[in-house]
């Protein structure tokens, strides 16, 4: 489903499936004689083929209206299969040439290269002590299934003949009008933000959503960068609205990037005040997530993990937090810092 949500700019709503293990997707057209395609989306067929339907309905309203219509590339938002996997079919079907970042060209070169960014160790990453074979061969089917759900799912495929690799913090020419690319890592080391001063139009990738919290977990996320990339946006000069890649248009940006930045800072405080309130027998990340969600499901618990592990390092680098590794798992007291 297509739609217009600024004068030139349209929507096309890719339908997920799975819940949020596949999310729907917006897929951004900018158009007029030198138009971009703002992320790629799933790669499967199916989807790619109802992507480019949409695109040459677009393409046949410009034509009614004698308006010249042309897309000439596509550009991904950051390195994640929903946002790159259906660049190779787009460039196939509609001839455009795939654009990528230095740090995106390098991710998603092939299997290796990408996989890599995503290989996780338990006791770096997740704080779990235990390591035995039981848990070593888990994690290997987990990894096996995830590589063919991603691959039959969401039509995984990687590029390593890119047209045109740019710089992530340049200026690129749409349409004759000088767009913005900005880095603004967090939620993925490569992610970037597209930003037209005039007009005060944010594409905002994953890093700020309209009402779903933006995934944060190990290895390739930091909360710190995050919120640094999300106060970032309080500095430009003239932002009227934001488009993200899921849900719909932020049209009270100033807003929303303070109800986010006050979420991350309550989660921060809620994970210290775990901390303190055991003190004396310590506590451990998932048992701090048990807390947060008595009720959650299973796989909500697992997605919670993540922000609440990078949540711990981040307060364990300030001396806020100290840990002590056991046999089973990590646990974390107070420091001598925070008991002052």
């Known amino acids: 489903m297509k739609k217009e949500v600024y004068p030139g700019i349209f929507s096309i709503k890719e339908k997920g499936s799975f819940g949020i293990i596949k999310p729907p997707e917006n897929i951004y057209i900018l158009a007029g004689h030198d138009g971009l395609i703002y992320d790629a989306g799933y790669g499967d067929k199916k989807t790619v083929k109802y992507l480019v339907n949409e695109i040459k309905k677009i393409e046949n309203k410009y034509k009614e209206k004698n308006e010249e219509f042309k897309l000439t590339r596509v ?11 259906g660049l190779k079919l ?116 994953d890093n700020v959503l309209r009402t779903i919290t933006t995934w944060l977990g190990p290895p390739s996320c930091n909360i710190k960068d995050y919120v640094n990339s999300v106060e970032s946006l309080n500095k430009l000069p003239n932002l009227n609205i934001i488009l993200p890649a899921h849900g719909s248009p932020i049209k009270n940006p100033k807003e929303r990037i303070g109800e986010i930045l006050k979420h991350r800072r309550e989660r921060a405080q809620q994970v210290i005040n775990l901390v303190n309130a055991h003190s004396k027998i310590g506590i451990s990340p998932k048992e701090i997530v048990q807390k947060l ?25 300030n001396h806020l937090i100290k840990r002590d590794v056991g046999k089973k798992e990590i646990i974390f007291f107070p420091s001598d810092k925070s008991e002052n």
């Open 75 to 85: 550009l991904p938002s950051h390195a994640h299969p929903d946002h790159f996997s």
């Open 90 to 205: 787009i460039r196939e079907y509609l001839g455009v040439k795939i654009v990528l970042t230095k740090k995106t060209a390098e991710i998603i070169h092939n299997k290796k290269s990408f996989y890599k960014i995503f290989e996780t160790n338990d006791i770096e990453d997740y704080l779990i002590a235990r390591r035995n074979l039981w848990r070593k061969i888990k994690d290997a089917v987990v990894k096996k299934l995830s590589r063919i759900f991603y691959r039959r799912i969401y039509g995984l495929s990687f590029i390593d003949d890119p047209d045109e690799i740019i710089e992530d913090n340049t200026e690129i020419l749409i349409n004759g009008e000088s767009w913005k690319i900005l880095p603004s890592p967090g939620h993925a080391i490569d992610h970037i933000y597209l930003y037209n001063a005039e007009k005060g139009i944010l594409f905002s990738g």
């Open 293 to 317: 969600y008595p009720n959650g499901k299973k796989f909500l618990i697992q997605v919670a993990l993540g922000w609440v592990c990078l949540t711990l390092k981040i307060l364990e680098e």
